[in-house]
């Protein structure tokens, strides 16, 4: 998954695509290094992000970058977004899939809408609000517990119609969690596919990787190949980055391990 921000304001790369043709360049360029699907935000979820976006404003961002790349790609389009208000906006201007980071918890109606167009969606895990969820996060077993708590999504997703084959899901590194929490999620990963549903992952510049090398954001692509091989040989269906072109290599490598031990065993 190619990340793809249209705001001001993300941690790694805001406002580094001011106009949605700026957008959807940056978008077909990810394609072609070799990214399989892209995933479209107009609000930060950084911890830092002081102020929230509205809908209307939201709307604005990605509306016109998914309908720009719908009209040169077929390629598959997720929105990145907790308000239905926005995901239907998305859907209707091409957008194939809905990428919720609140898990369905922010917005009531996000999971009848996903049940109503029939969409996949990503559910991820995270706590409290925005505001809230990076003050002091505590867990007494951090992948016990988010695949309780994811199970308790699937439920809520179950409950308004979703069908359960349309569930993806993300353990939500950095959401909620310390860069202790995060590293352990990544090593546990186990834990999650015991749900039974593809698992995304998405590590790609993240604090804790910056936490362990010392290095800025800019500056954390071999951190982030290292966690990208950590969650593929661990099970993930899906990594989700912003330096696609030397993540499918790490990918591709990864899975050539994996498929040489599964033919040993």
């Known amino acids: 998954m190619g990340v793809l921000n249209v705001t001001p304001d993300s941690f790694s790369d805001g406002g580094r695509l001011p106009t949605p043709e700026a957008a959807v360049e940056h978008g077909l360029r990810l394609l072609e290094e070799g990214a399989d699907w892209l995933d479209v935000g107009g609000e930060s979820t950084r911890p830092s992000a002081a102020v929230r976006v509205d809908a209307a404003l939201e709307r604005r961002r990605v509306v016109p970058a998914i309908e720009g790349l719908r009209r040169r790609t077929s390629a598959p389009i997720s929105v990145d977004t907790t308000k239905a208000e926005v995901a239907r906006a998305a859907l209707d201007a091409g957008a194939d899939i809905v990428n919720d980071v609140s898990g369905f918890r922010f917005d009531p109606e996000m999971a009848p809408l996903v049940a109503e167009r029939g969409v996949p969606v990503v559910l991820m895990h995270s706590r409290g609000g925005f505001d809230e969820m990076h003050r002091d996060p505590a867990y007494d077993d951090v992948a016990v517990e988010i695949a309780h708590e994811l199970a308790l999504a699937i ?30 999620a990544l090593a546990r990963l186990d834990v999650l596919r015991a749900l039974d549903r593809p698992l995304l992952v998405g590590p790609s510049r993240k604090s804790f990787i910056g936490k362990i090398t010392g290095k800025p954001v800019g500056e954390r692509v071999f951190g982030t190949a290292a966690a990208v091989a950590a969650a593929v040989l661990g099970g993930a269906h899906v990594v989700r980055v912003h330096d696609v072109a030397p993540m499918v290599d790490v990918v591709r490598t990864c899975d050539a391990v994996r498929d040489a031990g599964e033919r040993r065993s």
């Open 155 to 184: 439920s809520c997703a179950e409950r308004a119609g979703v069908g359960r084959e349309r569930l993806i899901l993300d353990p939500g590194i950095g959401f909620a969690k310390s860069a202790e929490h995060s590293l352990e």
